[in-house]
């Protein structure tokens, strides 16, 4: 029987060079890049192939390499899986949390033990991560992200309400009545396993649309779902373009909820769609996103000059920057900047990216034509800013791949919109201002992006530090303090950001499992009045 024990985290592995974990992940990795695999639709447990358009997908960092050809669905194939969904929702409803859990935690269970490596190398091909980066996400991070909201769903259980003599007070906590419709981004299986996974947890029924980049991994989850025992059409996956999928589930009434990952114009979007269709609905659907970021980092003159350097570095321009809660700015005192503008800068320059075979490069690609180009265009507009001087980086080349060099700017104007637009790419902006203006710079922080996910102080003064986590209360759903902004752990950093950055519902947590509720209060009294007066009347 599943307990509340609380898990332990799972360790990732290091792959030192020469061992048996680097010949395994190599191996499977060569195994996935030389196939082309086929990807649509999962309906009730069965994979069909749809009848719309069919999209090859190249590997990010071999363009000229196809690794998948993702089939789009028809309306009446979209259709087909939410009344399938809504089928199985009857069932799946009633079953006990133990029973959900115990099967959660089997899917756990078989990623660990059995298709750890399929999985890491999945991500790594499909997404361009290096082999760390696809271990701390499609492993180590996948795991235990269903490990501790299966106990989280233990412990709302357990949140009841006191007794009183006469009086018992029970809470039933119930599904949504409907299905929740789950969008999910191209960057971390991980949260495309909680997205996909945490409302069925709670009892409901899933329509799951991952990136069309992500189908990959996408396909392999649900076949361990599958293979855990989950039963079939609790969790349907349907791919496609967001707004022909969404033209679909978004006019029909079952609409309960929307668990979201990507852009904050796309969020949006959805919200007004929601709006526009209240009258539709037979409940207010829930709408939980977790949208853009643009990550900070401020130093205080006390700060530690090396482990500031490594968490701009890594924060930076991990995962080619491609991450919300990334850094993409930082906010340097005078002094401290002349101590590591020359260190910090060599660090950039010499960062290595390309094949993602080498486990000796730091970076892979960006995800697809349309970031490189993007990209590309606000590196051009960079360089041609007066504003703006390039310390290292700069440049983007396609031959091979989609390849975007880690790129380290600076401003003198810290209301430069280098500050402000978020740009999901390996590019990182400093501002350098006088030491006794750190008190100042607090305020530019906090009002220069609409954005409020992540945010690091370095500083050795616990007073200071406690003065920026007052001003900057609002600013980051995150805050670090003498840590990098990413790099979020399950169960023990919850994890989502408020204003431009979503609704704050923290993944990860026992809160962000509550929004997948609708509590009911059962009352049993032993005792009740038997007078229609009140004793006031007497």
């Known amino acids: 029987m599943p307990t509340s024990t609380y898990p332990t985290n799972t360790v990732p592995r290091l792959f030192l060079p020469q061992t048996a974990d680097v010949t395994e992940i190599s191996q499977k990795i060569a195994e996935l890049s030389n196939q082309v695999h086929d990807l649509s639709l999962v309906i009730g447990g069965k994979k069909i192939t749809g009848s719309g358009k069919k999209i090859s997908v190249s590997l990010p960092h071999r363009k000229a390499e196809q690794y998948a050809t993702v089939t789009l669905p028809s309306v009446d194939e979209i259709k087909n899986a939410l009344d399938n969904a809504l089928e199985a929702r009857e069932k799946w409803s009633q079953t006990s949390v133990s029973q959900r859990v115990a099967i959660f935690n089997k899917v756990a269970d078989l990623i660990e033990n059995k298709y750890k490596n399929l999985l890491v190398a999945a991500t790594m091909i499909g997404q361009s991560k290096t082999v760390f980066q696809g271990e701390i996400d499609a492993a180590a991070g996948l795991i235990d992200s269903i490990r501790f909201n299966s106990k989280f769903a233990l412990d709302i259980e357990k949140m009841q309400p006191p007794d009183s003599e006469v009086t018992n007070i029970a809470l039933d906590y119930r599904p949504l009545e409907g299905f929740v419709y789950a969008i999910t981004p191209f960057n971390f299986t991980t949260t495309s396993a909680i997205l996909s996974t945490a409302p069925a947890l709670m009892g409901n029924v899933v329509i799951w649309k ?20 989950l039963p079939d059409g609790v969790i349907n996956l349907v791919p496609g373009y ?3 999928v969404s033209k679909v589930l978004l006019t029909n009434e079952y ?5 979201f990952t990507g852009s904050t114009k796309v969020f949006r979007q959805l919200w007004q769609q929601v709006g526009n269709n209240l009258d539709t609905y037979r409940n207010f659907p829930r709408l939980v996103g977790e949208t853009g970021g643009k990550g900070f980092v401020i130093a205080h003159p006390t ?3 090396d482990r500031l350097i490594s968490a701009i570095v890594r924060s930076g321009f991990e995962y ?4 919300c809660s990334a850094c993409s700015r930082a906010y340097i005192p005078q002094s401290v900047w002349d101590e590591i503008k020359d260190k910090l800068v060599a660090e950039v320059r010499d960062l290595k990216f390309g094949q993602i075979e080498d486990f000796k490069n730091f970076m892979g690609a960006v ?13 051009k507009n960079l360089s041609a800013d007066p504003e703006i001087e390039i310390l290292a980086g700069g440049k983007s080349d396609s031959s091979t791949g989609y390849f975007v060099e880690p790129t380290l700017v600076i401003s003198k104007n810290p209301k430069n919109k280098v500050f402000s637009d978020e740009y999901f790419g390996p590019i990182l902006a400093i501002h350098v201002f006088p030491d006794n203006q750190f008190e100042a710079i607090l305020e530019t922080i906090d009002q220069v992006s609409a954005y409020a996910l992540t945010g690091s102080i370095f500083c050795e003064d616990s007073a200071v530090v406690t003065e920026v986590l007052e001003k900057l209360r609002n600013s980051a759903g995150s805050m670090n303090v003498n840590d990098k902004p990413t790099g979020a752990v399950m169960g023990k ?8 950055s979503g609704t704050n519902d923290k993944a990860g947590s026992l809160q962000g499992l509550l929004r997948w509720t609708s ?5 049993t009294v032993t005792t009740s009045a038997t007078d229609v007066k009140h004793p006031h009347q007497l």
């Open 320 to 323: 080619q920057g491609q991450k």
């Open 303 to 305: 700060a530690d000059r």
């Open 493 to 500: 950093h919850p994890f989502g950001g408020s204003r431009a």
């Open 242 to 244: 967001g707004p022909e």
């Open 367 to 379: 995800i697809d034509e349309a970031s490189f180009n993007r990209l590309s265009t606000v590196l």
């Open 519 to 523: 509590p009911r209060v059962v009352r």
């Open 255 to 259: 609409l309960a909820g929307i668990y």
């Open 210 to 229: 991952p990136s069309i980049t992500a189908m990959l991994p996408s396909h392999i989850l649900m076949d361990i779902y599958k293979e855990a025992g």
